[in-house]
């Protein structure tokens, strides 16, 4: 069976004995929070356990290294309508040690494309476009001061209010021990 149809019949089934009951909830954050966190698969369940979170208590935005790269992306965004628009009033910032992004080359990736069919006129495009894949695809060097970085974009956009704080913490994925690196209530 694929992926799609196994899916879609477990849906079925869960659809038909109305266990999406227990999971009920409106759209704002019970704990009027929003978390930026790594798409890592390892934090799926671990995460919200080792924070006390369950369904309705938070909003998690995910990407590769919970890494905000333009203040004007969509993860920023994303941010900003959490605060505004669902009542979010802390911001948390959460990357994980042993992440994927840390130390990652943009070449290995570039390489991979390649492999899987994308062509050289394609990079030649983008760049000429001015888009700098290198950069877009390179990932960080120390998990602490990526996830510094990020709280300190978020903090500092313009467009964030000044009573959000912004935390930014380093969870261990094996344990779930959380190592604080920023505490927004003393920024």
Known sequence: MRMLEEILNHNEKFVAEKKYVEYASDK????????????????????????????GDVKIVKNAGALVMHPFGSIMRSLLVAVYQLQAEEVFVIGHYDCGMSGMKSDDIINNMKNRGVEDETFKT??????DVNQWLHGFENVKDSVKH???????????????????????PETGKLDLIVDGYQA
């Open 28 to 55: 704002f954050p019970n704990k009027r929070m929003v978390i930026l966190t790594c798409m890592d698969t390892r934090l799926l369940e671990l995460l919200p356990k080792a924070i006390n979170v369950s369904n």
């Open 126 to 131: 983008l760049s000429y476009s001015g888009i």
């Open 150 to 172: 990020s709280v300190e974009i978020i903090d500092n956009h313009p467009l964030m209010p000044n009573d959000v704080p912004v935390h930014g913490l380093v969870i261990n």
